[in-house]
Nanobody
Framework: QVQLVESGGGLVQAGGSLRLSCAASGGTFSTYPMGWFRQTPGKEREIVATISRSGGRTHYADSVKGRFTIFRDNAKNTVYLQMNGLEPEDSAVYYC????????????????????WGQGTQVTVSS
């Protein structure tokens, strides 16, 4: 099973930017559809963005479209989330996740399709 480690979270002012990274090990990274999710206390984990194994297909939550970009570097076994125009409402713990391995360039859009999760990284946006 793939292991995932997120990094890049922190404190930023509204309007600022952060780039989250998720390094994968223990599996063939290029076969995993990947995703970023976030969670705040008392709320369910919500999807932020997902990406197919090739990186050619992406999906975004409406709340982050036009501000966030998900991309991956299969040679570095890493998926990224570039976050621009951050808002206080984006404050959350952000989790990286790997979907069921596939030989198709499938795009997962549901949390239940993801099987492996990182430990999370805190993002706090001050107003």
């Amino acid at each position: 099973q793939v292991q995932l480690v997120e990094s890049g979270g922190g404190l930023v002012q509204a309007g600022g930017s952060l780039r989250l990274s998720c390094a994968a090990s223990g599996g063939t990274f290029s076969t995993y559809p990947m995703g970023w999710f976030r969670q705040t206390p008392g709320k369910e984990r919500e999807i932020v963005a997902t990406i197919s194994r090739s990186g050619g297909r992406t999906h975004y939550a409406d709340s982050v479209k036009g501000r966030f970009t998900i991309f991956r570097d299969n040679a570095k076994n890493t998926v990224y989330l570039q976050m621009n125009g951050l808002e206080p409402e984006d404050s959350a713990v952000y989790y990286c996740a790997a979907g069921r391995t596939s030989f198709l360039d499938i795009l997962y859009t549901q949390a239940g399709q993801f099987e492996s999760w990182g430990q999370g990284t805190q993002v706090t946006v001050s107003s």
